[in-house]
């Protein structure tokens, strides 16, 4: 496969790269079901970090994109429309054929069916509830998807209210608004759950929709800034990386070692959390947003998996893991065994993982170049 790297950003390529590693990772956990310590426990709270840098990097991207189609001065609903599709090519397909095949394991496999099956159809199986077993890892996907929907909509809405603002403060406006907003929800939930745990929280809060599109739009507002304030941007991306690193460490190492847990500190945990570690996230962009290249032999490596990232979220865990633990439970397995089951797991998940961009990702998301798709939208 021919990876054109002169149109590709190596620090986007890292977070992507990380990001995946991360989630996989934490789901190599359920190898080890008798396993209970640190690393077990740091290997958990990857998937939800990993989780986190795939929200701030794709608003980062998707609000360069909707900045820049707001500024034109033929902005309108079929440009919008165009992005929408553009957007939706990129994720549907392998979102659905995934679906369909977690449907067809079920069925195989004898598992629980979601009582609602249909809303995952139209991304609402995690709207403004708990998220279901079924096809867990797919809570994210509502998340981006109503978050590309939400922020184009008001900046098309509010072009019928003549206001005589500056489009690029119109636009700063808009995403502190929808930050705020959803931010607001976080309070109103943990007015509602003032007993609560990590397990809870982990269903009821982290993977629900109505309460997480801010994390998509800490990332817009670091697109905003890369924009407007360039020199500002270029400047100050090694102080912005270090402030990054030092509120990543403290919210995921220092906060846990001072045992400041949920139980007895809910505010923090269903409010501030969330939020504080996609600022975190953020603030390594204006460094990562300008690592163009690497030597070649860590560059390849992280742009395929960059690459195949979105193939890999959507078959890891309930895919090859729920295939790999019918066929070949690890109960009884020896430590070594456990460790050889994780290694084959994680070659037959970047297997196939690669197999699915090449033959049907990589060309769904081709069609939207097409002179079809093109032609409708001039």
């Not at 740091?42 to 980062?60: K, P």
């Not at 440009?79 to 679906?99: A, D, E, G, K």
């Not at 977690?102 to 509830?129: C, E, K």
């Not at 982990?202 to 817009?220: P, S």
């Amino acid at each position: 496969m021919k990876i054109d790297n002169e149109k590709r950003i190596f620090g986007l390529d890292i977070m992507r790269a990380i990001a995946i590693l991360l989630v996989v990772a934490s789901h190599a956990v359920w190898i080890f079901p008798q396993s209970k310590n640190i690393v077990t426990d740091l290997m958990s709270i990857a998937g939800v970090l990993g989780v986190e840098i795939f929200f701030v990097l794709s608003g980062f991207l998707i609000g360069r994109l909707i900045y820049r189609l707001f500024q034109n001065d033929d902005f309108s609903f079929k440009s919008i429309s165009y992005f929408w599709v553009r957007r939706w090519f990129r994720t549907l397909p392998n979102y659905y054929l995934i679906l369909l095949v977690n449907v067809i394991l079920a069925l195989f496999l004898g598992t629980v069916m979601p009582d609602h099956l249909w809303r995952y159809a139209f991304f609402m199986q995690n709207f403004s509830w708990e998220m279901p077993l079924f096809f867990g890892e797919s809570w994210s996907l509502p998340i981006e998807e109503f978050a590309y929907i939400i922020g184009p909509l008001l900046l098309y809405f509010l072009g019928f209210l003549k206001l005589k603002v500056n489009k690029s403060k119109l636009f700063f406006g808009v995403t502190l608004i929808i930050v705020i907003f959803f931010f607001v929800t976080k309070v109103f939930y943990n007015n509602s759950h003032p007993e609560t745990n990590m397990i809870f929280w982990n269903v009821n809060l982290k993977a629900v929709t109505i309460y997480r599109i801010d994390a998509i739009y800490y990332g817009v507002l670091a697109a905003y800034v890369s924009i407007i304030r360039v020199s500002f941007w270029k400047r100050y991306r090694y102080l912005f990386l270090i402030l990054g690193g030092l509120m990543f460490l403290g919210l995921n190492f220092v906060v846990p070692m001072k045992q400041i847990f949920i139980e007895s500190h809910p505010f923090f945990w269903n409010v501030l959390y969330l939020p504080i570690n996609s600022i975190a996230i953020a603030f390594t962009l204006p460094f990562l947003s300008q690592l163009k290249s690497a030597p070649k032999w860590i560059l390849m490596p992280v742009t395929l998996i960059s690459l195949i990232s979105y193939s890999m979220y959507l078959i890891h865990y309930s895919v090859v893991m729920q295939v790999m633990k019918h066929f070949f439970p690890t109960e009884g397995l020896s430590t070594t065994l456990l460790l050889g089951y994780c290694f084959v797991y994680l070659i037959v998940t970047c297997i196939l993982s690669y197999v699915l961009y090449v033959l049907f990702e990589r060309p769904m998301t081709n069609l939207r170049d097409s002179d079809r798709i093109k032609n409708h939208f001039k």
